[in-house]
């Protein structure tokens, strides 16, 4: 019944932009600290991302801190990611993922980014 759906991606040139939306169904997002995650191929997942609840602070892994912007409207159960000047390096799978403080959470099926010349 929770369901988390990714898009927006799709293939871009360097230093071109993109905007990833995430759009949630049986939960109230609200609740939820949001996080985008990306996982390249032969790569370790990782988190590039975090909103708190009301959207009032972010986070940001260190090799995307001024190039991506996270957001989110939560009338809307809706969180976005606006990247820009994108890199070969960007290229991954995005994922969306509601976290669970039991430890478990939420996951989108993930939007592929590829970046390239």
């Known amino acids: 019944q929770v369901q988390l759906v990714e898009s927006g991606g799709g293939l871009v040139q360097p230093g071109g932009s993109l905007r990833l939306t995430c759009v949630a169904s049986?939960?109230?997002?609200?609740?939820?600290?949001m996080h985008w995650y990306r996982q390249a191929p032969g790569k370790r997942r990782e988190l590039v991302a975090l909103i708190s609840t009301h959207g009032s602070s972010q986070n940001y892994a260190e090799n995307v801190r001024g190039r991506f912007t996270i957001s989110r409207d939560n009338a809307k159960n809706t969180v976005y990611l606006q990247m820009n000047n994108l890199n070969f390096d960007d290229t991954a799978v995005y994922y969306c993922?509601?976290?669970?403080?039991?430890?478990?959470?939420?996951w989108g099926q993930g939007t592929q980014v590829t970046v390239s010349s």
């Open positions: 049986g939960l109230d997002i609200s609740a939820y600290i």
């Open positions: 993922n509601a976290p669970r403080v039991d430890g478990g959470g939420y």
